[in-house]
């Protein structure tokens, strides 16, 4: 199961979660099988710097890539609506959050 | 360092007094040593640096971000497939050149269907944005190029450079309306201060700045001003704010300081600070910190 | 010989100088005078023209824009509209039938076009609703947009399409235009013979007048300005004076008095209520102005 989490900095496990969720600079896209991380990758958010509907399209690009929870800060209507629509479930998780205490939270082992 | 507490300051009808609002509390929270950044989210119309005493210094950038179609009149060959097609009425053919106009989206359904080619998507400048320093803080301010659309993209966009300022609070005041750049103001915000007149009018605008903001899930609260100006409505609106489940932050009257500040070019925290105006304000600012913090 | 029709729009930037003031009671002074008048409410986002001339107004119209539907049946979830589409309105992973984000569709209709397979059909999305009304005096048509709706601009074009239906069977068409100096305003100022600014005596409503101002000029647009709330205590005219003269614009002063705002708050045009009041004449200075303008033409 791959999970996303939003990142301000991509700092490996001392990054933190983003104050934004669409606009976010980065994500953590960590694959997950059996409660143990499989693959963990910090990659850029390149639908961050759009004009409109940058959380629909984050939350596409996300979906897209077989992303089924997404972890970030308070997000939006519109985010919440796509991230509905496409079957992916929310975490919300205080931004400043480290990436290590996060998969600490979602109950996940490296 | 956390996220920016912001806190946005609108009213739906114009004149009710938002920016004298706005201007006072960030000279508030600058006088009690809080880190504030204002911004001035009126893009077509911005004055907050003014109510603030004007800018010490400042410096522009302009915002290269909206997107026209442009007919290429050497290619074009009059078909009208473009002038069918567009939906926001941005096509105009009437004896002579087809036309575009400022009601471009710059959606590219035109560029697409032309059937030669002669329609391109480009980019042009949407505003402009101020950096200015005042006696309290920076101030953000949008300028839209007049005529444009887009001013919900540049308050978006001024939000975002405030926030790298990394103050305690980011103080946004609205542009009159309920539309599109009101729209960006309210979004992501954590507070929403709803500036109402006792009048119909002014009321009746606000239920919808109201809605909005319970579409976004965002905290509210009502300034009533110049209340003295029809005390025998003022049951009125604390029916209406006690029926939304608002409260009432505080209830400002009509002073001439405010005015007179204004025409001074100074702050009213500057100019005035005993007056009746700002005595109210300033309880009203005591009254908001305690709910954003309690 | 039969006069056309001239259309005088009332803007000035920044809100709440007392454009739908002015606008209400420079319609009303026409029609007092005996002209056939339409007041056009074309501040969608607040209307409250209605109100103010204590009209009760019926809808003539829904303003509808493009919403796309998709057919299930024949949707074979390619995702190219998804791709396409402008506004990130439409939502959905590959293989998927996409949905739509309502709030954040523009209308633009591109995936309707893109749609290979023609899965896409026109839907309709309500925006907003026009109305009408009058008070025997004047006839009024107003536009107003949905909360929350986007598009405020495209009801502003709708409305302004609906009322120049009619703008023949009247003497004189005034325009009450939005607040600011956006492509909103640009439309209503677009068919103008004459602009209206309204202004105040203050240094927030000088430089907004200029902005505004520079907007008219853009379009060439012959221009007076109104100086509303004239005398208010602390303000300055020089300002505006100076901007007046700047952009050879004749002036008009409407000086700030309690009746004013009582006639206001009533829902009554000052110029019925209380016309030998200094406010109402200042207004009857203004409509004969407008009338000459007219007659001149």
Not at chain 2, 8 to 27: E, N
Not at chain 3, 186 to 206: D, K, M, Q, S, Y
Request: hydrophobic share 45%; proline share 4%; aromatic share 8%.
């Amino acid at each position: 199961m791959k999970i996303a989490v939003a990142l301000e900095n991509n700092n490996g496990l001392d990054s933190i979660v983003a104050y934004r969720f669409a606009r976010a600079p980065f994500f953590a896209i960590i694959e997950v099988e059996n409660g143990k991380v499989k693959k963990l990758e910090i990659i850029p958010n390149s639908y961050g710097g759009g004009a409109r509907g940058v959380g629909p399209a984050v939350a596409n690009w996300l979906a897209n890539m077989g992303v089924k929870i997404v972890v970030g800060p308070h997000i939006g209507p519109n985010a919440a609506m796509a991230l509905r629509n496409l079957g992916v479930e929310f975490r919300q998780v205080s931004s400043g959050t480290r990436l290590a205490e996060v998969m600490r939270i979602l109950g996940f082992s490296m | 360092m956390g996220e920016p507490i912001e806190i946005v300051v609108a009213s739906g009808k114009g004149g009710t007094g938002k920016t004298t609002f706005s201007a006072f509390l960030i000279s508030f929270f600058a006088e009690r040593g809080i880190g504030v950044v204002g911004v001035d989210a009126d893009v077509e119309a911005p004055d907050l640096l003014l109510a603030l005493g004007g800018a010490e210094e400042e410096y522009r950038e302009d915002v290269y971000d909206s997107q026209v179609a442009v007919i290429d009149y050497d290619k074009c060959v009059s078909c009208g497939i473009c002038f069918d097609s567009c939906r926001y009425g941005a096509i105009e053919w009437r004896n002579g050149p087809i036309v575009i106009n400022e009601m471009c989206e710059g959606c590219g359904l035109c560029s697409m269907l032309c059937p030669v080619g002669a329609i391109n998507v480009k980019t042009i400048k949407t505003g402009s944005i101020v950096f200015g320093k005042t006696k309290y803080c920076d101030v953000v301010t949008g300028e839209l190029e007049v005529g444009r659309k887009h001013s919900g993209r540049l308050v978006e966009i001024i939000k975002n450079k405030a926030r790298k300022f990394d103050p305690s609070y980011v103080v946004v005041d609205a542009a009159a309306g309920t539309g599109c750049p009101v729209i960006s103001s309210i979004s992501g915000s954590d507070f929403l201060v709803v500036v109402v007149e006792p009048t119909q009018y002014s009321i009746r605008t606000a239920s919808k700045i109201v809605e909005i903001g319970k579409i976004f899930g965002v905290r509210m609260g009502v300034v009533i001003n110049k209340y003295d100006m029809n005390r025998s409505f003022l049951n009125h609106i604390y029916e209406w704010a006690s029926k939304l489940g608002i409260e009432i932050l505080g209830e400002i009257p009509f002073d001439e300081s405010v005015i007179r500040a204004y025409s001074e070019m100074r702050s009213l925290m500057d100019f005035a600070p005993d007056s009746q105006a700002a005595r109210s304000m300033r309880r009203a600012a005591e009254r908001l910190l305690v709910m954003l913090n309690g | 010989m039969v006069k056309k029709t001239m259309i005088v729009s009332v803007g000035g930037g920044k809100g709440g100088t007392g454009k739908s003031f002015i606008s209400i009671n420079i319609a009303s002074a026409l029609a007092m005078k005996g002209h056939k008048v339409l007041l056009v409410d074309a501040d969608v986002e607040s209307p409250i023209d209605h109100m103010l001339l204590s009209i009760r107004r019926e809808k003539i119209l829904d303003v509808f824009g493009f919403e796309p539907v998709i057919v299930p049946t024949l949707c074979t979830g390619c995702g190219k509209c998804v791709e396409m589409c402008p506004a990130h309105a439409l939502v959905g992973k590959k293989g998927d039938i996409p949905t739509l984000i309502s709030e954040l569709c523009e209308g633009c209709a591109i995936c309707m076009y893109v749609c290979d397979v023609k899965a896409i059909e026109e839907g309709k999305r309500r925006l907003g609703a026009i109305y009408r009304g009058s008070n025997g005096e004047l006839d009024l048509i107003q536009g107003e947009v949905n909360a929350g709706v986007k598009q405020h601009i495209y009801v502003i074009l709708y409305t302004l399409r609906e009322a120049s239906k009619v703008f023949g069977h009247y003497d004189f068409v005034i325009i009450d235009s939005a607040p600011g100096t956006g492509a909103g305003v640009w439309l209503t100022l677009r068919e103008a013979n004459l602009v209206i600014a309204v202004t105040e005596p203050t240094p927030l409503g000088a430089r907004d007048l200029e902005i505004f101002l520079n907007l008219a000029s853009k379009l060439n647009k012959d221009v007076v300005v109104v100086l509303n709330k004239s005398g208010l205590p602390g303000g300055r005219r020089e300002q505006i004076v100076r901007i007046s003269e700047k952009f050879s614009a004749k002036l008009f002063n409407v000086y700030y008095s309690y009746d004013a705002l009582r006639t206001y708050i009533d829902s009554v045009p000052i110029v019925r209520m209380l016309p030998k009041s200094k406010v109402a004449l200042s207004i009857f200075r203004i409509a004969d102005h407008i009338e000459k303008l007219y007659n001149s033409r």
